[in-house]
């Protein structure tokens, strides 16, 4: 393995996305990643061998039944060698498979353990699943058109934020030099990216509103409809607001403050102006302007338009790691099958 984690020793026990995808990113970087699995594997095989490999490229697999005593047995010998531990699974299990650094430290003082769960450890087995916790946290209804009902984006956004955020406690602990236990929860991290929002009902109390899509604070910032397709428009500062109403013969509402207190009629002024013209065009004539402005595309469009975010592992095309390092190829292994590097 090589990257700037190499030598990193990370095992993984858990199914399906946040941790896998919290661990994959480790081993993007050259961590030696061992997957822990259950006799009938990672559950996210069952899905399909192209979305396994989209979560564990570049691992290896033991497989391990870790509620009989030769299965805890080989945990303990992998735990000794290993620098950290990412467990995400249910409290219980956590317990019941002794998954804390409390029942760890002895085989390995030093160990990382890092659990990620869906509402913490102290908040019992409480079925916590991505769109289930957009629901809980406030995510659903804030999004999808202000007269229609709450809505979902569509991937997981919640796991995968939870992994980045799994990956970052793990390294800090590392860093630290010192064992110990960090704990994640998916409604932790989906409270915390909702800050701003937060912080405007905590502290002004002012109640996040469901505005199709639209940005809370900048107008305009949001998806409009064009002669053909629609276009997304990012209006931060007045200094983008000049260049953009300049390009589109829009009139008025000079300061961020006058756009906010009149969004409706703004908005109505920009749909008008963008109508003229294509998504597409009005993204080529925005973008030497430096007015923050795409044309929204399929997910297969976008692979085409960015090819050097398509990478090779093993048998399977897979999105690269988020991660460039200057000077630096990272190198991307397959998935590996159950149990190829050893267990029961």
Known sequence: MNGPLAGLRVLEVGHILAGPYATMLLADLG???????????????????????????????????????????????????????????????????GLTYETLKPFNERLVCVVLTGWGMDAGDRPAFDYVVQAATGVAALTGDPDGPP?????????????????????????????????????????????????AWLNEGKAPRRLGGAHAYYVPAQLFPTAEGHLALFVTHDGFWRSF????????????????ARREEV???????????????????????????????????????????????????????????????????????LGEHGGV
Not at 157 to 184: C, F, H, R, T, Y
Not at 245 to 260: D, F
Not at 282 to 291: I, K, Y
Request: charge should be negative; proline fraction near 6%; hydrophobic fraction near 45%.
């Open 151 to 199: 809505a979902l984006p569509g991937y997981s956004a919640v796991d995968n934020s939870a992994g980045m955020a799994a990956a970052l406690g793990l390294l800090a602990q590392v860093v630290s030099g010192q064992g110990g236990q960090i704990e994640v929860s998916l409604r932790d991290v989906m409270l915390s990216q909702l800050n701003y929002h937060a912080a």
């Open 31 to 97: 961590a030696e990643v061992t997957k822990v699995e259950p006799p009938g594997g990672d559950l996210s095989r069952q899905v399909s061998d192209a979305y396994f490999a989209s979560l564990n490229r570049g691992k290896r697999s033991v497989c391990l039944d870790l509620s009989a005593s030769g299965g805890q047995d080989h945990l303990h010998e992998l735990v000794r060698d290993a620098d950290a531990l990412l467990v995400n699974l249910k409290p219980s299990a956590v317990e019941r498979f």
């Open 267 to 337: 908005v109505a002024a920009v749909t008008k102006a963008l109508s003229v013209d294509s998504a597409l065009s009005w993204e080529r004539r925005l973008r030497p302007l430096g007015v923050p402005a795409a044309a929204v595309c399929t997910l297969p469009q976008a692979l085409v338009e960015f090819p050097d975010a398509v990478v090779r592992a093993g048998e399977h095309r897979l999105v690269a790691s988020p991660f460039r390092i200057p000077g630096h190829q990272l190198s991307y292994g397959p998935p590996p099958s």
């Open 245 to 260: 109403a300049a390009e589109a013969g829009v009139e008025g509402y000079a300061t961020m403050a006058e756009r906010a």
